[in-house]
């Protein structure tokens, strides 16, 4: 039977993972791939659009999809900025819906600056946020309202894209390694920073700040959040365990 972890105890070694049924396991070595959840609306209908016009990333697959139609982007970092500028070339027009001011404060200048150089093809909605998505079998309208005026505008758009961020899975690893403040796991160089005696992991990518402890795919600080990536972190991780295990 599955079981989760809750637990990770660094005091000692070898390390200690406690389990949800109160079970402790003892491991020299651990590897952290717990991975990353999007964040999502407040919606109480978005699962029933989610992979049907709900999107969380936008890949040439998704591009596809938007051939010809309004989509619509929802958040203002460089996410929401590259996926906009992306699907731009096949969307017939993109919506940016950000709460803020604009789009200055979280994302790069030359994204925004693409955004500014093609208002026939994106507009930005400051100030908005999404309230409602409606279809029967697949997304068919986005409508969003102005925080500053009030004012609702639904739009037929088969395709929203949500650049809201993610959040890491690590509530069990508090003071387990280090984290950065977003809540990932620092590694390599990065771990180096934050606890200098961790000099392990200045030779080592995904070395966690605790020797033995490593950390690879979303869960990992400043990773690429792509399956791909994961995936090979997950194969080089392996000469770093041996290595680590040897070591004792």
């Not at 699907?87 to 979280?106: E, F, K, T, Y």
Request: net charge negative; charged share 20%.
């Amino acid at each position: 039977m599955p079981r989760a972890v809750v637990r990770l105890v660094t005091d000692t070694r070898p390390y200690v993972l406690e389990l949800d049924d109160g079970t402790q396991v003892r491991a020299h070595t651990v590897v952290i791939a717990t991975g990353a959840r999007y964040r999502r609306l407040p919606l109480a209908n978005i699962d029933r659009f989610e992979g049907c016009g709900v999107h969380y990333a936008a890949t040439a697959v998704e591009s596809e999809l938007c051939e010809g139609d309004e989509v619509a982007v929802v958040g203002g970092g460089n996410s929401a900025g590259q996926a906009a500028v992306y699907l731009s070339r096949l969307a017939n027009h993109v919506h940016i819906l950000v709460r803020g001011d604009g789009l200055a404060s979280s994302m790069s200048d030359y994204l925004i600056r693409r955004i500014e150089a093609a208002p026939e093809r994106i507009t930005v909605h400051p100030h908005s946020e999404v309230t409602a998505l409606d279809g029967e079998r697949h997304l068919d309208t986005v409508t969003w309202r102005d925080l500053v005026t009030g004012q609702c505008r639904t739009r037929q758009i088969p395709n929203v894209f949500l650049m809201l961020g993610a959040a890491p899975n690590t509530e069990w690893l508090h003071g387990a390694v280090a984290l950065d403040d977003k809540g990932f796991v620092r590694t390599g160089v990065s771990a180096a920073d934050v606890d200098p005696g961790s000099s392990h992991a200045l030779s080592q990518p995904l070395a966690t700040s605790c020797p033995g402890i490593f950390a690879v795919g979303d869960v990992r600080s400043e990773s690429i959040k792509r399956v791909a990536s994961a995936v090979g972190e997950g194969s080089i991780v392996v000469a770093s365990v041996h290595q680590a295990l040897s070591a004792l």
